[in-house]
Protein backbone atom coordinates (compact mmCIF):
# COMPACT_ATOMS: atom_id res chain seq x y z
CA UNK A 1 0.00 0.00 0.00
CA UNK A 2 0.86 3.69 -0.57
CA UNK A 3 1.05 6.26 1.98
CA UNK A 4 0.83 9.80 1.45
CA UNK A 5 2.08 12.57 3.54
CA UNK A 6 1.84 16.39 3.60
CA UNK A 7 3.78 16.98 6.36
CA UNK A 8 5.75 15.43 9.16
CA UNK A 9 6.56 16.99 12.56
CA UNK A 10 9.88 15.65 14.64
CA UNK A 11 10.04 15.74 17.93
CA UNK A 12 12.94 17.71 18.41
CA UNK A 13 14.57 17.24 22.18
CA UNK A 14 16.57 21.09 23.00
CA UNK A 15 18.74 20.68 25.91
CA UNK A 16 20.95 23.75 27.66
CA UNK A 17 23.71 20.14 27.99
CA UNK A 18 27.19 20.13 26.79
CA UNK A 19 28.38 17.18 24.80
CA UNK A 20 30.65 15.03 26.68
CA UNK A 21 30.86 11.24 27.49
CA UNK A 22 28.40 8.83 26.62
CA UNK A 23 25.06 10.25 25.40
CA UNK A 24 22.10 8.20 25.11
CA UNK A 25 19.47 8.81 22.32
CA UNK A 26 16.42 7.83 22.93
CA UNK A 27 14.32 7.08 20.08
CA UNK A 28 11.09 6.96 21.56
CA UNK A 29 11.01 10.30 22.78
CA UNK A 30 12.86 12.30 19.62
CA UNK A 31 14.01 12.44 16.64
CA UNK A 32 16.13 15.33 17.16
CA UNK A 33 18.69 16.15 19.91
CA UNK A 34 20.21 19.45 20.11
CA UNK A 35 22.35 20.16 22.56
CA UNK A 36 23.35 24.05 22.70
CA UNK A 37 25.94 24.82 25.07
CA UNK A 38 29.18 24.28 23.66
CA UNK A 39 30.62 20.80 23.34
CA UNK A 40 33.10 20.38 26.61
CA UNK A 41 35.23 16.88 25.03
CA UNK A 42 34.67 13.81 22.55
CA UNK A 43 31.48 12.01 22.62
CA UNK A 44 30.42 8.39 22.01
CA UNK A 45 26.74 8.44 20.78
CA UNK A 46 24.47 5.41 22.33
CA UNK A 47 21.15 5.17 20.40
CA UNK A 48 18.37 2.83 22.67
CA UNK A 49 14.57 3.13 22.68
CA UNK A 50 14.57 4.50 25.98
CA UNK A 51 16.41 3.46 29.28
CA UNK A 52 13.98 0.60 29.83
CA UNK A 53 13.52 -0.46 26.14
CA UNK A 54 16.11 -1.13 23.44
CA UNK A 55 15.81 -0.08 20.21
CA UNK A 56 16.39 -3.82 18.57
CA UNK A 57 12.95 -4.67 21.16
CA UNK A 58 11.14 -1.47 19.25
CA UNK A 59 12.28 -2.35 15.67
CA UNK A 60 11.63 -5.33 13.20
CA UNK A 61 14.49 -6.54 10.51
CA UNK A 62 13.89 -4.63 7.86
CA UNK A 63 12.80 -1.30 8.93
CA UNK A 64 14.91 1.86 9.36
CA UNK A 65 15.51 4.73 11.67
CA UNK A 66 16.76 8.50 11.16
CA UNK A 67 17.95 10.54 13.90
CA UNK A 68 19.78 14.23 13.75
CA UNK A 69 22.30 14.71 16.72
CA UNK A 70 23.26 18.20 16.84
CA UNK A 71 26.06 19.31 19.02
CA UNK A 72 27.24 23.02 19.28
CA UNK A 73 31.05 23.67 19.44
CA UNK A 74 32.82 26.83 20.67
CA UNK A 75 36.50 28.19 19.97
CA UNK A 76 37.58 24.16 20.76
CA UNK A 77 36.09 22.02 18.30
CA UNK A 78 34.72 18.60 19.69
CA UNK A 79 33.23 15.07 18.23
CA UNK A 80 31.76 11.98 18.09
CA UNK A 81 34.66 9.32 18.58
CA UNK A 82 32.26 6.52 19.22
CA UNK A 83 28.93 5.22 18.29
CA UNK A 84 26.56 2.49 20.01
CA UNK A 85 23.42 1.10 19.59
CA UNK A 86 21.81 -0.38 22.86
CA UNK A 87 25.55 -0.02 24.54
CA UNK A 88 27.13 -2.15 22.06
CA UNK A 89 29.93 -0.69 19.40
CA UNK A 90 28.66 -0.76 16.15
CA UNK A 91 30.88 0.38 13.68
CA UNK A 92 28.94 3.17 11.40
CA UNK A 93 29.73 3.51 7.44
CA UNK A 94 30.67 7.45 7.03
CA UNK A 95 29.26 9.48 4.22
CA UNK A 96 32.26 9.99 1.82
CA UNK A 97 33.70 6.48 2.99
CA UNK A 98 36.04 8.68 6.02
CA UNK A 99 34.99 8.70 9.78
CA UNK A 100 35.96 12.59 10.77
CA UNK A 101 38.65 13.32 12.69
CA UNK A 102 37.38 16.61 14.23
CA UNK A 103 34.64 18.92 14.59
CA UNK A 104 34.18 22.37 13.49
CA UNK A 105 35.15 25.27 15.51
CA UNK A 106 31.92 28.13 16.70
CA UNK A 107 29.71 26.19 14.48
CA UNK A 108 26.93 23.82 15.35
CA UNK A 109 27.44 19.88 13.84
CA UNK A 110 25.01 17.86 13.00
CA UNK A 111 25.00 14.19 12.82
CA UNK A 112 22.56 12.25 10.59
CA UNK A 113 22.17 8.73 11.40
CA UNK A 114 20.63 5.95 9.58
CA UNK A 115 19.73 2.94 11.34
CA UNK A 116 18.51 -0.52 9.84
CA UNK A 117 17.51 -3.54 11.46
CA UNK A 118 19.52 -6.26 9.31
CA UNK A 119 18.55 -9.07 11.80
CA UNK A 120 18.05 -9.59 15.98
CA UNK A 121 20.46 -7.35 17.71
CA UNK A 122 22.38 -6.44 14.54
CA UNK A 123 22.36 -2.69 12.66
CA UNK A 124 23.72 -0.97 9.48
CA UNK A 125 24.23 2.31 10.86
CA UNK A 126 24.63 4.88 7.54
CA UNK A 127 26.05 8.13 9.41
CA UNK A 128 26.87 12.31 8.13
CA UNK A 129 28.70 14.99 9.87
CA UNK A 130 27.65 18.37 8.29
CA UNK A 131 28.74 21.60 9.66
CA UNK A 132 26.15 24.88 10.01
CA UNK A 133 28.08 28.35 10.74
Do not use: H
Request: overall charge negative.
Amino acid sequence: STLTIQQAIEKTTVSATAATGTINFDALTQAVLYYTSNASANWTLNIRGSAGASLDSIMAVGESMTFAFMVTNGGTAYYQTGFQIDGNAVTPKWSGGTAPIAGNSSSIDIYTITVIKTASATFTALENQTKFA
